[in-house]
């Protein structure tokens, strides 16, 4: 799928955006008039790509402000990142400009969490291909039945 293709998506997003994933997405389903049960399915899946999306806008707008974008206006971008909004490990959504020590700090210990999950992630991702080069084997399929003993050598 191309960005291009995923456009009239965008640009819903964009028209319906109040702040809210799940309000937003919400907003979407019911703009294509598509069946309760459908919406009920589709509801939860589009949150996660609003946010996605909105998350995308924010970091567009973080390089324009910290001068990672040549060219660009940062006192114009500045001013926006004021007005943009991030999550905090307590559920709340804190704009960059009332953002307080605490709340970056918060913000911190949020994504240094997340940088860790994707560290064991890349972890296992690398034992694998210890095992699958050990082994000689194509895929983790083939060496299901030492799968035991390889993470033992491993671990």
């Known amino acids: 799928m191309t960005a291009d293709s995923c456009t009239p998506f965008y640009e819903l997003c964009a028209e319906l955006w109040d702040g ?16 309760k049960r459908a919406a009920e399915v589709l509801n939860p899946a589009l949150a996660r790509i609003v946010a996605e999306w909105a998350r995308c806008n924010v970091r567009r707008v973080e390089r324009r402000a910290f001068g990672r974008n040549p060219g660009a206006d940062s006192v114009a971008a500045r001013a926006e990142l004021m ?7 307590d559920g709340r959504l804190v704009s960059w400009g009332s953002a307080t020590v605490d709340d970056h700090q918060q ?13 064991a992630t890349i972890g296992r991702h ?3 291909i210890a095992l699958l080069a050990e082994t000689g084997a194509l895929n983790l399929d083939a060496v299901a039945d030492q799968w035991q003993h390889l993470l033992e050598v491993h671990s």
């Open 20 to 35: 809210d994933d799940d309000t937003t997405a919400a907003a979407i389903v019911a703009r294509l008039h598509v069946s």
């Open 83 to 89: 007005l943009e909004v991030f999550p905090l490990g």
């Open 107 to 119: 913000r911190i210990e949020l994504l240094d969490k997340l940088r860790s999950g994707l560290s």
């Open 126 to 128: 690398e034992t694998a």
